[in-house]
């Protein structure tokens, strides 16, 4: 197993991206298959990253008086059925209960492919006048889809981990106070955590959320040229709220429908950081939300083995504030080592010798760009905390390059189209219609759009495809 290990990646990722993933994910040891098609196994070491987006995520939406709470994962018909727009979006995707046993159940049950309307038949009971308003819950579950496209692991699963919020308010200006700020939020994850920069907007009319008024999103671009969604922010409107008979009185003792909001992220994004940042050698892990942030590495001698390790260790109780780990392993070579630690995305890897020890320093290796340095043992826990800031940075900036370099500006659909073929974003004017946007994928050999950038002036210019008037720039690229 090691010397099929010590191959590492055998294939470079801007040559076969699709290969470059498999192998990737498999050998950095993040998630291993299942005999069902789409569901998989999270390791530890990704499930790890996962608790670290939860973490950050729980304490930004606690800021705003959004609490968690858990609503079951079976869903009577009757209820998936009561949001028509809703459930038509769903219901290819469905997996659904039909016996308890050997007894065949009096109605079937859907296997939660979202929760809006278990939550909302419940909501209903919860609110009863303006006083009970606004209702911000968020839940931490498992979802089921049963998506019948090609299944690759993280980025496209049947069953998913995410969390979804779902909140009710008494008006529709609150409605899109929330919406805007939970987007805010999932740019802040994305840009601060997993170091990704995001495209932020609103979807079109054709790709918004099944049964929501308008959906907006933060989108990220792979090297490979599709694009992919990171997050969602849906204001419901009243759609739901009528559906399900939600209605409060307000201070004029008068029935109103109330106005709601669902967004979500998922397990998916930990598919987009590793793809994103890995390399040839595997992943590149953002300091910020990588599960070991220094990695020590003792090169043994058998005669000066007690004193190297002697200081390693106590280089790692120097370190222990940063996550590091001291690979005492004694059957593998320290080559062997570097190499799995490189697979794994280890931001900082310091090298302890016997040298070292004489000289009173370490080397220091970085992850990111591969440069190395010696430092003084004095300064290594100032000079480690520096680094892991400089390469959260650099990851950020480089993955900016990327996605700036990669969104090209035209107002002509033949240029749009060697865009695309280019395997980059088109930026460009559009009349918004879902007819001419079903035409540019046709035309354009699969571009989807992606989202329109907020708060832009309307451009005095004609639709890239159709010749009508535009509403707006939008951006669009082949996606996942």
């Known amino acids: 197993m090691a010397k099929k290990d010590e191959k590492g990646v055998t294939v470079k990722k801007d040559e076969n991206f699709s290969e470059w993933y498999t192998q990737t994910i498999q050998k950095a040891e ?10 998989m196994v999270i390791r530890p070491y990704a499930y790890e990253m996962w608790e670290k987006a939860q973490e950050f995520f729980n304490k930004e939406i606690k800021k705003t008086g959004v609490k968690n709470a858990y609503f079951p994962l079976l869903i009577p018909e009757n209820l998936l059925n009561r949001e028509k727009e809703h459930v038509k ?23 939660r492919p979202t929760s809006e309307t278990i939550m909302y038949d419940t909501y209903k009971k919860w609110v009863r006048s ?23 692991p993280f980025l496209r699963t049947r069953e998913f981990l995410w969390q979804e919020g779902h909140t009710v308010h008494a008006t529709e200006k609150e409605m899109n106070k929330e919406v805007k700020t939970i987007l805010n939020i999932y740019t802040k994850l994305f840009e601060k955590l997993y170091a990704i920069p995001v495209l932020k907007g609103i979807k079109s009319e054709k790709e918004k959320f099944a049964g929501a008024n308008y959906t907006t999103s ?10 992919i969604q990171g997050a969602t922010s849906h204001g419901l409107g009243q759609n739901f709220s009528k559906s399900f008979e939600i209605t409060f009185l307000d201070e004029n003792e008068k029935k109103q429908y109330p106005w709601q909001t669902s967004w979500g992220f998922s397990t998916r994004s930990l598919g987009i950081l590793f793809g994103i940042h890995g390399d ?4 590149v892990l953002p300091p910020k939300i990588a599960p070991i942030k220094i990695v020590i590495v003792p090169i043994i001698f058998e005669n000066t083995k007690d004193k190297v390790l002697k200081k390693a260790r106590e280089l790692k109780k120097t370190l222990n504030r940063f996550s590091t780990e001291l690979d005492e ?29 004489e000289n009173k320093q370490v080397m220091i290796a970085r992850r990111d760009t591969g440069a190395k ?20 940075t650099n990851l950020f900036l480089k993955a900016k390059k990327q996605l700036d370099d990669s969104i090209v500006k035209t107002d002509d659909f033949d240029a749009m189209k060697s865009v695309i073929n280019a395997k980059k974003i088109a930026f460009v004017p559009w009349c918004g219609g879902v007819e001419c946007e079903d035409w540019i994928k046709d035309k354009s050999g699969g571009a989807k759009s992606l989202n329109i950038p907020l708060g ?4 005095n210019k004609k639709c890239v495809y159709c010749d009508k008037k535009a509403k707006h720039y939008a951006y669009f690229a082949k996606s996942y």
């Open 130 to 152: 303006y006083n009970d308003l606004p209702i911000l819950i968020n839940q931490w579950c498992n979802i089921i889809r049963w998506e019948f496209k090609h299944p690759v």
């Open 218 to 227: 933060v989108e990220m671009f792979f090297p490979d040229g599709k694009a």
């Open 373 to 392: 340095e010696a430092v003084k043992f004095k300064d290594v826990k100032k000079r480690a905390k520096e680094l892991l800031d400089e390469i959260q």
């Open 456 to 459: 832009q002036k309307k451009p």
């Open 30 to 39: 993040l998630m291993e298959y299942t005999q069902v098609s789409g569901c």
């Open 329 to 357: 392993r004694d059957n593998y070579s320290p080559g062997w080592k570097f190499h799995q630690w490189e697979m794994k995305g280890v931001p900082l890897r310091i090298e302890l010798g016997p040298r070292d020890l």
């Open 89 to 111: 979006g769903f219901s290819p995707e469905v997996a659904w209960v039909t016996h308890g046993g050997n007894s065949k159940l009096a109605e079937r049950l859907a296997i």
């Open 280 to 283: 040839n050698k595997g992943l």
